[in-house]
């Protein structure tokens, strides 16, 4: 390598770190500032490995119940957030910010303040659509892996498995649920109860979780639940009752490419 040449390249190097070095350190624990409002975020673990990035479901769930994964924070940082509308972020009353699309550039914009540019995905029910989403409307540069737990993927497929869930319970509980589909019905207390009965047996039932002391006081946003999905599980009325990306040539195509890289490390 000539002196000139030699010169160049240490140029470049100092210049690479000096761009790094001049990022600012992002705090623990805080606050983004995302379309439509700011959201809370906090962070456990140091490692130098890959972050992981927790993304809740709902729509308008709690973050909170992430604590329980602190373990996979050994040796990374693992960092969840609470969505626009729940939790510890902020809560406009702005419906037409409960939209998927919205909801992605949230993601993105967390993930940009926070400076992940390779990281790591899990998405947990909703969390699970807003993982799909960001993946095919913003890209897979920089992602690793995605971990869909219980994912919504299709809307139709999922009301179908609820209602064939719901079939059977006893009757007399069928019949409540039968007139509490609607949002303007699902405050009733006999529809409370019976949806009480269809989520002990499968929403919670399969597993009892122990309480998490980080979701002490903190509350989910039933209005983004309600505008996006519904009254209730086994009913979509909101704007998610028609998503379906099963069909989705690009879809498929992404969890292709997953399932080879995972197959190729094996």
């Not at 702005?94 to 909801?103: G, I, K, P």
């Not at 807003?130 to 809307?155: D, N």
Request: charge should be negative.
């Amino acid at each position: 390598m000539t002196q000139k040449a030699r010169a160049i390249a240490v140029g470049l190097l100092l210049g690479a770190i000096a761009c790094r070095e001049s990022r600012p350190a992002v705090a623990p624990e805080g606050y983004v500032e995302v379309p439509g409002g700011k959201v809370f975020y906090t962070t456990m673990g140091s490692g130098d490995r890959t972050p992981l990035l927790l993304l809740h479901g709902g729509p308008g769930g709690r973050s909170c119940g992430f604590s329980v994964l602190s373990e996979l924070a050994a040796d990374r940082r693992v960092i969840r957030y609470d969505q626009l509308g729940s939790g510890q972020s902020e809560r406009p009353t702005d419906l037409n910010l409960w939209r998927t699309e919205r909801f992605v550039d949230e993601l993105h914009a967390v993930r940009t303040t926070l400076g992940f540019d390779e990281l790591h995905l899990l998405g947990h029910s909703w969390g699970g659509t807003l993982a799909t989403e960001y993946l095919l409307t913003k890209g897979q540069r920089g992602v690793h892996s995605v971990i869909l737990s219980s994912p919504l993927i299709s809307t139709p497929r999922w009301i179908a498995d609820a209602r064939r869930l719901r079939s059977t319970l006893p009757e007399s509980v069928q019949s409540v649920l039968d007139r509490c589909e609607a949002v303007e019905t699902a405050d009733e207390p006999a529809c409370q109860a019976a949806n009480d009965v269809f989520e002990k047996h499968f929403v919670r039932g399969a597993r009892i979780l122990p309480a998490v002391p980080e979701c002490d006081g903190v509350t989910g946003g039933d209005a983004v639940y309600r505008h996006m999905w519904g009254a209730a599980e086994f009913t979509a009325t909101g704007v998610l009752r028609d998503h379906d990306r099963t069909e989705t040539a690009e879809y498929v195509r992404i969890v292709r490419q997953f399932l080879d890289q995972v197959e190729g490390r094996r």
